[in-house]
């Protein structure tokens, strides 16, 4: 190998040129280092601030080009080892912009280790990476080796950046490409605006330093500064201007605790405003999904695991359930049933406000802070009446957070090998309850043969809804509505806890699915799916 260092007094980013390389023979250097540590044992996490510190990168292929640029990014003064032939475009770039550097010593010697703090071998030769390592070592310096784990005293990380904010997912050498593949999950869930909402807080934690400096006061501060960040949604931080900054420093000289953004934040980052300022806890409003814990969104798990009381429907799935964390309070609402829908409905209404009253006069909690989840199957917005729990919350003057839910009309067929919409079969979806306000049956459209109708809640009513389907023109339609004129042979099924492991799925046609259900003892959580994409897999295949 061809190499030459060079001079350690350059200040941003030393690289070799063209002329000054000089060879080094690596014939004589066999050394085998003693075992490293199994690179699943878990590593120290910081971030380590590099400011003017020297890191010697020694190659300069493409794993070369994200440690250099990495390291510049976090200050660092990076020194280059590596045939000028060798560099990419991307490295020789900043070599050819005004940089000439001196050869000074040579690879393997221990004297050039001893001058940085970090070593980066990024060689594609095994031996190689063995002798950088024994070297720096020797020199008592921490070094990385490019895709050789037990040659490593560090892992670099997967990282995401935003602003200040940096997120890394490490590994610890196992799997590089699942450590970035997380990181993109991870990148993907963060609110879009969240780089700016720390950027915010940045500058109000300088404000209110400047205004309170006694380092007596420092943990005052700190916990004023907490608390505000918890009180306040990412999307507010964002868009904090000095207007509410002036107010927020104001409260703080006053003694006060952090005020909220005036408002309720009902979804997506959109304030209705109550009509006054409530410094309460918040209700969440979240969406639980078809029954398997894994369709649970990110948002929804977090706000689980935050909440100090869950209130829960009972159709919950108990694999759901098992996620709550053992610290919140878990109460559950009166199931509802036949004459008394919406009484069940006020009841859970009122529960979560007295829960709301109760973590509102709690001493810890008082003038902000702490939450209540409202927990509900599917989506809160589709036939769960969550719109009515925000209006209730809204006018009792609590902040209400919508979580939207994967609902189980799309996700349960599609467990059960139903696609609700399938090119050449079905081109619209129609979802409907099969009780409607009142105990009204739904208002079913006449027969279109590619439509797929999806009916939540059906198996009471399962005879009822298949004769208003299947009657022609006022044949039958039961309770005296008209019938809609469904082929008797139209392909049904009935998924029953659709996604959980104890799913079950009855299939048959308008004609015979109620008697089936029954044979099977069908219960709840259970939906109806009508149409030809109840076989269209089956037949397709």
């Not at 070599?95 to 050039?112: F, N, Q």
């Not at 036939?383 to 209730?392: V, Y």
């Not at 467990?415 to 009780?435: E, F, K, M, W, Y």
Request: aromatic share 4%; hydrophobic share 40%.
């Amino acid at each position: 190998m061809v190499v030459a260092t060079t001079s350690t007094t350059e200040p941003a980013l030393a690289a070799i040129v063209p002329g000054t390389q000089q060879p080094v023979s690596t014939a004589t250097i066999t050394p085998l280092l003693p075992p490293a540590p199994s690179p699943t044992a878990g590593g120290l996490l910081v971030s380590l601030r590099l400011n003017s510190r020297r890191v010697l990168v020694i190659g300069g292929g493409k794993e070369a080009v994200g440690r250099i640029f990495n390291s510049l990014d976090a200050g660092a003064t990076v020194h280059l080892l590596a045939p000028y032939e060798d560099l990419l475009p991307q490295v020789k770039a900043f070599v050819d912009d005004g940089k000439s550097p001196t050869p000074s010593a040579e690879i393997l010697r221990e004297e050039p280790y001893s001058l940085y703090d970090i070593v980066l071998g990024c060689s594609d030769d095994h031996d190689e990476s063995v002798a950088i390592a024994k070297a720096a070592r020797d020199a008592r310096i921490p070094v990385n080796c490019a895709d050789v784990p037990d040659l490593c005293d560090f892992y670099f990380v997967a990282l995401h950046r935003d602003g200040p904010l940096q997120v890394g997912v490490s590994t610890n050498g196992c799997g590089p490409r699942m450590a970035a593949r997380i990181r993109n999950m991870i990148r993907e869930a963060l609110p879009k605006c969240t780089g700016a909402a720390i950027a915010a807080v940045g500058r109000l934690r300088t404000k209110v330093k400047m205004l309170d400096a006694d380092l007596a006061n420092a943990g005052r501060r700190m916990s004023w500064v907490s608390k505000f960040c918890d009180l306040w949604e990412m999307e507010e931080l964002a868009a904090m201007n000095d207007d509410d900054m002036e107010k927020i420093l104001d409260a703080y000289e006053k003694g006060e605790e952090p005020p909220r953004k005036t408002g309720v934040l009902v979804a997506g980052g959109a304030t209705a405003a109550t009509g006054g300022h409530h410094a309460g806890p918040t209700l969440y409003l979240v969406g639980g999904g078809p029954g398997d814990p894994g369709l649970l969104t990110l948002r929804g798990y977090h706000a689980l695991q935050s909440a100090d009381v869950i209130v829960s429907d009972q159709l919950i799935s108990e694999e759901l359930i098992a996620v709550i964390p053992k610290h919140a309070r878990l109460v559950f609402v009166e199931r509802k049933v036949k004459g008394r829908s919406d009484a069940a409905q006020t009841d859970a209404n009122l529960l979560c406000l007295e829960e709301l009253q109760k973590l509102a006069s709690t001493p810890g909690l008082r003038g902000g802070g702490g939450s209540v989840v409202r927990l509900k199957g599917g989506d809160p917005f589709l036939f769960g009446r969550g719109g009515e729990e925000a209006l209730f919350m809204r006018d009792a003057g609590f902040r209400v957070v919508v979580v939207p839910g994967v609902t189980s009309s799309i996700a349960a067929p599609a467990s059960a090998g139903i696609p609700v919409t399938h090119r050449g079969v079905a081109d619209q979806v129609l979802v409907v309850s099969a009780r409607g306000e009142g105990g009204s049956l739904p208002d079913i459209p006449p027969y279109a043969p590619r439509r797929t109708i999806v009916v939540l809640m059906p198996v009471a009513r399962m005879a009822v809804l298949a004769e208003l389907m299947m009657g022609g023109g006022g044949g039958g339609g039961g309770d005296g509505e008209e019938g809609r004129g469904f082929p008797p042979d139209t392909p049904a099924a009935v998924v029953e806890r659709g996604t959980c492991v104890d799913e079950r799925v009855v299939e048959g046609t308008l004609r015979n699915i109620a008697a089936r259900i029954a044979d099977a003892a069908v219960g709840s959580p259970a939906l109806l799916v009508v149409g030809d994409v109840c076989s269209v897999l089956r037949t397709s295949v």
